[in-house]
């Protein structure tokens, strides 16, 4: 106990905490748009459990990749054709390849959706097209995805499984204390919502791009990085993310108040 209780573990614990908030940001978007796809009675079960669920497994998900790090940094096949594809796949690769695609998939399948409703209130207080444990399963799955990046970063700050499991465990809390007031605040501000699944998609991207030097990165070995007709897959930056972000909701927000002072002019014009 008393080898835990040192001033490197503590900074260590403060880093991992504030990694695990910036990292959880888009995980907690997604927890709280997916799970107003679950009948409305069940929504705040499902993200209590969902979030209980998915961080137990981090947990689980934290040991066994500290136990195998090795073994699931090794790639299993490498490319070798010049000029279309090249470089190693391994573990990682085909979790944020896998992840990406299907963030995408989703964002663009409600954005559709959206498109598609003829009245925003029946769609708002019948929204039941999956079941509670569908969406509970979704949400842990996808939960586990974004963590194999978070606990990525985290291994390279301290492998002190302890430590790593209090941040993870701290996180947890805090998506359950906020996941309600985030779903509250979409549920009462709907444009937000179309502004999160629009995060959602560049969040696909990023992860995508992750999948382009996960093995390099693993193995210390530039020449496994995936290339598709000789340009590398290369990550967007967290200040690119952030900052895409930022952007989105200056936009939105302009957008927003510019919309209000057209509908005001246009009902002045009306009166008269």
């Not at 992840?99 to 019948?126: N, P, Q, R, W």
């Not at 009462?188 to 382009?212: H, P, S």
Request: glycine fraction near 6%.
């Amino acid at each position: 106990m008393s080898d835990l209780l040192t001033f490197e573990n503590l900074t260590d614990l403060i880093m991992l905490c504030f990694l695990q908030a910036v990292l959880g940001f888009d995980n907690l978007l997604y927890i709280s748009i997916e799970s107003q796809r679950a009948p409305v009675a069940q929504q705040k079960a499902v993200r209590f459990w969902g979030i209980i669920i998915a961080v137990a497994l981090r947990v689980v998900l934290l040991f066994t990749m500290i136990q195998l790090i090795d073994a699931l940094a090794e790639p299993f096949f490498v490319f070798n054709t010049p000029g279309i594809i090249e470089g190693g796949v391994n573990f990682a690769t085909c979790i944020f390849i896998v992840g990406g695609f299907f963030i995408m998939y989703t964002a663009v399948k409600e954005i559709g959706h959206m498109l598609s409703i003829e009245d925003l209130h029946t769609d708002l207080s019948h929204k039941s097209g999956k079941s509670a444990v569908q969406v509970v399963l979704l949400i842990v799955t996808m939960n586990l995805i974004f963590s194999f990046d978070s606990v990525l970063s985290a291994l390279a700050i301290t492998d002190v499984f302890p430590i790593l499991a209090i941040a993870i465990l701290m996180s947890g809390l805090a998506m359950l204390l906020l996941a309600d007031g985030v779903t509250r605040f979409l549920e009462k501000n709907r444009m937000y919502e179309v502004l999160g699944l629009f995060i959602l998609l560049i969040v696909g991207v990023v992860l995508l791009g992750e999948a382009g030097p996960a093995a390099a990165h693993a193995m210390h070995d530039d020449s496994l990085g995936l290339k598709f007709f000789g340009y590398a897959l290369e990550p967007m930056s967290k200040t690119t993310f952030y900052f895409s972000v930022a952007v989105l909701f200056i936009v939105e927000f302009i957008q927003s108040g510019y919309s209000r002072k057209l509908n005001a002019e246009r009902q002045a014009a009306s009166r008269h």
